[in-house]
């Protein structure tokens, strides 16, 4: 028989509640990885968002915040499954009367590095993120800008020549499989009657395919269907590629969000037409 004299002694209240509080610490741990992981997952948008605000373009994105957000995540996970299982080894070495192992720092000293380093690389991304925002801005040799924000006519400035921009314009067009109704050359009708003015051209063009389910949603956009791109040269010689923003025609006719894409090819193919 065993001596009870000799029978391990048994843990206090004390061990107990400190194994408690550590499973609590790394509980926190894991949480506060996993929130500080879905923020830096969403970061991405959210510069995104604020560039298009402040200079009415996209920034492009290379992905990183979402991996490295979704890395942080799984970490987290992974801490509280960890304190979990290491909490109910101490429980049952404590309830055994066996003294607890020294707890090992390998794992703390891990997260601290895994965060210093991922605090290390958003620091370069931001620098990146910030020089490629700066380099978009520079190279923008003339941004969009809308003539009136009451009528929804955006303008662009082009590179080349009134005919050369249309010639250039009609080329995308017919890449496209986009039909080109007509083409209006505003200048030479002037021409013809005895009038002058700087060239003027308007190309009407658009698709069935695209434009059918516009109207069948707002019929009354048939009144600015097909798309038009007006490409003029001002007073001063510059040309200019000006079209109606997609934005305003849905606000104008009150059409579906999700049809909006229908006709927010126009802006695309001014600004290549202008490139």
Request: aromatic share 6%; proline share 4%.
């Amino acid at each position: 028989m065993v001596n009870p004299a000799e029978a391990p002694p048994r843990a206090s209240l004390a061990d107990y509640l400190a194994a408690e509080r550590t499973l609590l610490a790394w509980i926190r741990t894991g949480l506060a990885l996993m929130g500080f992981g879905f923020v830096l997952a969403r970061f991405a948008l959210f510069l995104k968002e604020l560039h298009l605000m402040q200079n009415g373009q996209s920034l492009e994105s290379s992905g990183f915040s979402l991996w490295a957000g979704t890395g942080l995540i799984a970490t987290g996970v992974i801490v509280n499954v960890f304190a979990g299982w290491h909490h109910l080894r101490v429980v049952k070495r404590l309830a055994r009367g066996e003294n607890a192992s020294p707890h090992s720092t390998i794992v703390s000293v891990g997260v601290a590095f895994l965060l210093g380093l991922i605090g290390l690389a958003m620091a370069i991304y931001l620098v990146s993120v910030r020089d490629s925002a700066h380099s978009q801005t520079t190279n923008s040799k003339e941004p969009s800008m809308s003539v009136s924000t009451q009528n929804g006519i955006v303008s662009v400035a082009s590179n080349h020549s009134v005919d050369e921009t249309v010639e250039k314009l009609k080329g995308i067009l017919q890449a496209k499989g986009v039909t080109l109704f007509a083409l209006v050359d505003h200048s030479g009708e002037a021409e013809k009657v005895g009038m002058t003015m700087p060239p003027t051209k308007l190309l009407i063009f658009g698709s069935p395919k695209a434009g059918t389910p516009l109207m069948q949603a707002a019929p009354s956009i048939a009144i600015d269907l097909p798309l038009k791109i007006l490409v003029a040269a001002d007073g001063e010689g510059k040309v200019w590629v000006s079209y109606n923003s997609a934005e305003y025609l849905a606000e104008r006719h009150g059409l579906p969000h999700e049809l909006l894409q229908n006709i927010g090819v126009v802006k695309t193919l001014a600004e290549k037409a202008a490139e």
